[in-house]
C-alpha cells in the first residue's frame, strides 16, 4: 500500500489542530502494517501513530514523516473467556461497550478515556483508580524489524508514560477482565460520567490533561487555578474556565496558541510553586515547549 500524500492531521486530533503529514496510511492488517513499516524504513521515514487524537498536539506546519491510523482488523474487538482483545486502533469506549456486554467488569474506567488501546497502552491512561496496566495482559508491538509480544513490565507502563520507542506500534492488546454483572457495570460507569461532567469541559474541544500532576499537595489543574489561569486566552486557545488544566479550542485555535499558554501556565506555576510542571499531552512535529523558566 502506498501511503497518501499531504493528509491534514486537525481532523485526526480531538483539539482540531495542527499541519498535514507528509505521508499517511490506514493500514487494516498486521501484514499491510508490517509493509507500510517497511517503506518508511526503506525511505528512513519517521513513523507515528495517531489514535484517536485526544492526547495529540500537531504541528501547524505539520509533521515530516508517516503518520499511521490504524483501521479494520487492527481496530476490532472480540471476547474470548473473560479476555477482551482489542486491535490497537479500536476506541477504549467500543471495548467498553464489549465487555459490558458480556458481563465482564474492569474496563468502567475507560469510560473517561477518549482514545484508542493503542494509545492507551502507549500512555498507560487511567482515571478513577483504575488504569490499562491494571487490566492489560500483554500488547503486540510492531516495528520495522518484527513484532514481539510485551507484558505490562516489558512495556515500562508507569504514571501516563510508557517505554514504547519512537515508530514502535502498539498493534493488539489483551485485556483480561472478571465477571460482573451488567447493571453494576452500568450503575458504575454512570456514576463516573456524572463525576467527569461536573468537574470538566465535556462539550469543548480538548486533549485532556495538559499537564500531568506533580508530586505536590495541589493537582495540577489546583495549581493552576490558584495562579489565576482559569479563562486566560492566547489567540483562539482558553485555559478552560472550569478545569484550568485543559485547553479549550475556540474555535480558530493553532497549536501555537495552546503552547504559548502551556508556557505561560508553567512560567507561572514555577514562580508560584517552584513546580516544573511537566506535559501529558504527547507533542508530534516540530513543536516542543522551552524550559519552565524561558520565555518563547
Ligand atoms: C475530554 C478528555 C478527557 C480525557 N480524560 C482522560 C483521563 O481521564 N485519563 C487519561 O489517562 N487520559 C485522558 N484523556 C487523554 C487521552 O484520552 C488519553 O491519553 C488516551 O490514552 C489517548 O489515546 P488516543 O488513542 O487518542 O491517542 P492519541 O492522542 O492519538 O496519541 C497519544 C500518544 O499515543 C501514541 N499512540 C496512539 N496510538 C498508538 C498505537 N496504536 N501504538 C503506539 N503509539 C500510539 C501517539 O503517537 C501519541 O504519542 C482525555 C482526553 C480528553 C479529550
Excluded at 73 to 96: M, N, Y
Excluded at 99 to 116: H, N, Q, S
Excluded at 161 to 185: K, M
Amino acid at each position: 500500500m502506498t501511503p497518501e500524500q499531504q493528509v491534514p492531521l486537525s481532523r485526526y486530533t480531538t483539539l482540531g489542530t495542527g499541519g498535514p503529514a507528509s505521508w499517511f496510511a490506514k493500514p487494516e492488517t498486521l501484514d499491510e502494517l508490517s509493509e507500510t513499516l517497511r517503506w518508511a524504513d526503506d525511505r528512513g521515514a519517521a513513523v507515528a501513530v495517531v489514535g484517536l487524537g485526544s492526547n495529540l498536539l500537531v504541528a501547524d506546519e505539520g509533521v515530516d514523516g508517516l503518520i499511521l491510523k490504524l483501521t479494520g482488523e487492527l481496530a476490532s474487538v472480540e471476547v474470548e473467556g473473560d479476555c477482551l482483545l482489542a486491535g490497537g486502533g479500536a476506541p477504549l469506549a467500543v471495548c467498553l461497550h464489549r465487555a459490558r456486554a458480556a458481563a465482564l467488569g474492569g474496563l468502567e474506567f475507560a469510560c473517561a478515556i477518549p482514545g484508542t488501546a493503542g494509545g492507551g497502552v502507549k500512555m498507560n491512561a487511567g482515571a478513577y483508580d483504575g488504569w490499562i496496566a491494571g487490566v492489560l495482559v500483554r500488547a503486540l508491538v510492531v516495528g520495522p524489524d518484527g513484532a514481539e509480544w510485551r507484558t505490562p513490565d516489558m512495556l515500562g507502563l508507569e504514571y501516563r508514560r510508557s517505554a514504547l520507542a519512537a515508530g514502535e506500534v502498539v498493534a493488539r492488546v489483551e485485556f483480561r477482565l472478571s465477571p460482573r454483572p451488567v447493571e453494576e457495570i452500568k450503575t458504575t460507569v454512570t456514576e463516573m460520567q456524572a463525576r467527569r461532567k461536573a468537574a470538566q469541559p465535556t462539550n469543548k474541544r480538548t486533549f485532556g490533561s495538559v499537564f500531568k500532576n506533580p508530586d505536590h499537595e495541589l493537582t495540577a489543574g489546583r495549581m493552576l487555578e490558584a495562579c489565576g489561569l482559569r479563562g486566560y486566552r492566547i489567540g483562539g486557545a482558553e485555559i478552560s474556565p472550569r478545569h484550568a488544566n485543559f485547553i479549550e479550542n475556540s474555535g480558530d485555535a493553532r497549536s501555537a496558541d495552546a503552547i504559548a499558554l502551556m508556557v505561560e501556565a508553567r512560567r507561572r506555576a514555577l514562580e508560584q510553586f517552584g513546580v516544573e510542571l511537566e506535559h501529558e499531552v504527547q507533542l508530534l512535529g516540530s513543536i516542543a515547549l522551552p524550559a519552565a523558566g524561558e520565555r518563547v
